[in-house]
């Protein structure tokens, strides 16, 4: 069988991650820059093998202050560790429209193990004839796993940050030609 590349197309792609602050509201941000591709068994996705880079000095939360202090050695060491990598160990259909992602995320130089959901969003063709397929990836870390553990007390004790993050990562990809 023959493999087909398909290319993450960023104009047309986000990255999203949630967090809790002092545990009653969620803060949003996101990664502007990015990329990524699947290789797949001619057009099957099931069985993909992707790969994905983030750029972490693109981390946006529209607060300046927060989105230096989130570059910083107190949370993502951008210096050091400038990008988060991704690497599929298996794409498995669930059932019509979604897939379980497995495979090891790096971040701050620790590799994990994490599982994702990705929902089909479906496939089509752009204006230049390029076939498209969107997927929305979900899930979620608990940042603590890769090192990143800053965190500050309230006036009452509380935590200010949570440790679990949201992902939420809207993917099209463009079929390579």
């Known amino acids: 069988m023959s493999k087909t590349v398909w290319n993450v197309d960023t104009l047309h792609s986000e990255i999203q991650f949630k967090v809790k602050h002092l545990v009653i ?4 941000g996101s990664f502007t820059s990015f990329s990524g591709n699947a290789v797949t068994e001619q057009d099957q996705f099931e ?3 992707i790969a994905f880079t983030v750029d972490v000095t693109s981390v946006n939360t529209a607060q300046i202050a927060r989105d230096e202090h989130l570059r910083s050695a107190d949370f993502f060491d951008t210096t050091k560790y400038p990008e988060f990598r ?5 794409f498995t259909k669930l059932d019509q429209n979604r897939y379980r992602l497995v495979g090891n995320l790096t971040a701050k130089g620790v590799t994990k193990l994490i599982e ?21 990836v979900s899930g979620s ?4 796993d890769f090192g ?3 965190n500050a007390l309230t006036e009452t004790g509380g935590l200010a940050l949570g440790e679990k993050i949201d992902i939420i ?9």
Not at 25 to 28: E, P, V
Not at 123 to 132: A, P, Q, Y
């Open 47 to 49: 069985n993909a093998e």
């Open 148 to 150: 990143i553990t800053f």
């Open 141 to 144: 870390i608990n940042r603590k």
């Open 25 to 28: 509201s969620t803060i949003t």
């Open 169 to 177: 990562a809207n993917i099209q990809l463009a079929k390579e030609i």
């Open 86 to 90: 991704f690497n599929s160990n298996t």
């Open 116 to 136: 994702l959901e990705a929902e089909y969003g479906g496939t089509e063709r752009d204006s230049w004839g390029t076939l498209k397929v969107g997927f929305q």
